[in-house]
């Protein structure tokens, strides 16, 4: 096994199950980190029997892992904000539900958002993030599951943020654009600067604040300095694609199976020297 392991989100195209995980393989990448949404409530989705076996036998079909679950769209409700009745339920339940199926898919990692309206924007929000943080990465730890936070804050709040919740297997999953977007922040330095608790990484380009909105290597966020500092650093694991082949800067140029390959090309081209 090489240093890393290239992946792309589910969120990144339309196909789903066992077509996602032979797009993935016919790109040569390794894994796909799948999204855990409202409709597992509804017993839809990952909360469908047949579509986690249809996940598992493709996984083994096509040598594509399912690396990592992700409680998609937790980051538009709050648990971090004052208490919201319905909101922090939702949020609660989806994150609860990532970690289960995690034991489900053997996954040894779940992506948690605190962004959004379940971003930390004060005192008491940070509190409340640490009381989850603690709550929802003691509940993974005793699986042996990693929580890995996907958050916009400085290398200092996020260092202070990992301190307060004092949990070894609670890192950061780290976004290659997000940051810049919101404030011009430069990714490979903050990178560098938290490379010793990133256990995850998104890649992911675009032009000024629009996420998402370029292939890797044609925006503005600075990817192949983002790339020179992941060399640089001592990180090995997981580089999952978070394009979204949809976006109208994008679709354009080809199918979502045409710019997935696109950017697997850039990955395979950037991380292998």
């Known amino acids: ?50 579509t986690v076996e249809e996940y598992r036998r493709a996984s083994e079909k096509y040598g594509v892992e399912i690396d990592s679950l992700c409680p998609q769209f937790v980051d538009q409700y709050s648990f971090t904000m004052a208490k919201s009745g319905e909101e922090e339920q939702i949020a609660a339940a989806l994150c609860d539900r990532a970690i289960e199926l995690c034991t489900v898919f053997g996954c040894k990692s779940y992506l948690l958002p605190v962004l959004g309206k379940n971003g930390i924007e004060g005192g008491a929000s940070f509190h409340r993030a640490v009381e989850y943080i603690k709550r929802l990465g003691d509940k993974a730890a005793e699986r042996g599951i990693m929580t890995c936070l996907e958050i916009n804050q400085s290398v200092d709040q996020v260092h202070n943020l990992l301190d307060a919740v004092d949990n070894p297997m609670v890192k950061i999953f780290f976004d290659s654009q997000n940051l810049y977007a919101l404030d011009g922040t430069s990714m490979a330095r903050y990178f560098t600067a938290l490379e010793d608790v990133i256990a995850g990484v998104h890649l992911k380009d675009g032009v000024g604040a629009m996420l998402s909105g370029s292939l890797l290597g044609e925006g503005t966020s600075g990817f192949y300095r983002t790339a020179k500092a992941i060399l640089d650093s001592r990180y090995e694991g997981s580089l999952i694609i978070e394009s979204v082949y949809d976006k109208p800067t994008v679709c354009e140029l080809g199918s979502e199976e045409a710019l997935l390959a696109r950017d697997a090309a850039t990955l395979h081209r950037v991380f292998e020297k």
């Open 1 to 50: 096994m090489g240093r890393f392991r290239y992946g792309v989100c589910e969120w990144s195209v339309k196909t789903r199950g066992g077509e996602l995980c032979k797009m993935a393989a016919g790109q040569s990448l390794d894994c796909v980190q799948l999204g855990v949404g409202e409709e597992t409530f509804c017993g839809k989705g990952l909360a469908d029997p047949a």
